[in-house]
């Protein structure tokens, strides 16, 4: 059974980077995109971007500027770094397979932006 | 960028009764890449319907979808306790960004 575990600093101050990873056990990177999806109260459900293990990246394009994914098919991670955070990107940040739709989430993290 | 609005923001039914949950596109939605999703609080959302009237595993049948081109439905035939959650339309058919509705929560009356 796939499972996704997302991992990662809960509070980042104004102005650093937020470096996550979704590590994925029980199964491969191939195949899928995968994709970081975040939740606020204010925005709802955010699409953030997509990577596959070896394909081209897609991002948000209001996101794009701050946003770059990664893939290490030898650990079976995928990584987010958002950088220049503000308190506007404090959300629960999901890693999500999409098989077209999103049919795996990860639990989820709550990365709050807080001096 | 494909706008999904979502309607209404809050349906109060008793269990037992039938919801329809609405879901209208800013412009047509290829084909029929439309899902739902199901959140409950403190879960992550999970996928109900795909490609707007297939089940995902494990869904039961009192759920389903409907609709094409920009408006699309999807309805519960008769309410569970464990279907009282907020519920999200999502487009995959253009190109990105992927867009989520706003959420329409289901509550007990």
Same mark, same amino acid.
Not at chain 1, 54 to 74: A, E
Not at chain 2, 63 to 87: C, K, M, N, Q, W
């Given at each position: 059974?796939?499972?996704?575990? =997302?991992?990662?600093?809960?509070?980042?101050?104004?102005? =650093?980077?937020?470096?996550?990873?979704?590590?994925?056990?029980?199964?491969?990177?191939?195949?899928?995109?995968?994709?970081?999806?975040?939740?606020?109260?204010?925005?709802?459900? =955010?699409?953030?971007?997509?990577?596959?293990?070896?394909?081209?990246?897609? /991002?948000?394009?209001?996101?794009?500027?701050?946003?770059?994914?990664?893939?290490?098919?030898?650990?079976?991670?995928?990584?987010?770094?958002?950088?220049?955070?503000?308190?506007?990107?404090?959300?629960? /940040?999901?890693?999500?397979? =999409?098989?077209?739709?999103?049919?795996?989430?990860?639990?989820?993290?709550?990365?709050?932006?807080?001096? | 960028?494909?706008?999904?609005? &979502?309607?209404?923001?809050?349906?109060?039914?008793?269990?037992?009764?039938?919801?329809?949950?609405?879901?209208?596109?800013?412009?047509?939605?290829?084909?029929?890449?439309?899902?739902?999703?199901? &959140?409950?609080?403190?879960?992550?959302?999970?996928?109900?319907?795909?490609?707007?009237?297939?089940?995902?595993?494990?869904?039961?049948?009192? +759920?389903?979808?409907?609709?094409?081109?920009?408006? +699309?439905?999807?309805?519960?035939?008769?309410?569970?306790?464990?279907? +009282?959650?907020?519920?999200?339309?999502?487009?995959?058919?253009?190109?990105?960004?992927?867009? +989520?509705?706003?959420?329409?929560?289901?509550?007990?009356?």
């Amino acid at each position: 059974q796939v499972q996704l575990q =997302e991992s990662g600093p809960g509070l980042v101050k104004p102005s =650093e980077t937020l470096s996550l990873t979704c590590t994925v056990s029980g199964g491969s990177l191939g195949g899928y995109f995968w994709t970081w999806i975040r939740q606020s109260a204010d925005k709802g459900l =955010e699409w953030i971007g997509r990577i596959s293990a070896n394909g081209p990246n897609d /991002y948000c394009p209001s996101l794009r500027s701050r946003i770059s994914m990664s893939v290490d098919t030898s650990k079976n991670q995928v990584s987010l770094k958002l950088i220049s955070l503000t308190a506007a990107d404090t959300a629960v /940040y999901y890693c999500v397979r =999409e098989n077209w739709y999103f049919d795996l989430w990860g639990r989820g993290t709550l990365v709050t932006v807080s001096s | 960028e494909i706008v999904l609005t &979502q309607s209404p923001g809050t349906l109060s039914l008793s269990p037992g009764e039938r919801a329809a949950l609405s879901c209208r596109a800013s412009q047509s939605i290829t084909r029929s890449y439309l899902a739902w999703y199901q &959140q409950k609080p403190g879960q992550a959302p999970r996928l109900l319907m795909y490609g707007v009237s297939n089940r995902a595993t494990g869904i039961p049948d009192r +759920f389903s979808g409907s609709g094409s081109g920009t408006d +699309f439905t999807l309805t519960i035939s008769r309410l569970e306790p464990e279907d +009282f959650a907020v519920y999200y339309c999502q487009q995959y058919g253009g190109s990105p960004p992927l867009t +989520f509705g706003g959420g329409t929560k289901v509550e007990i009356k």
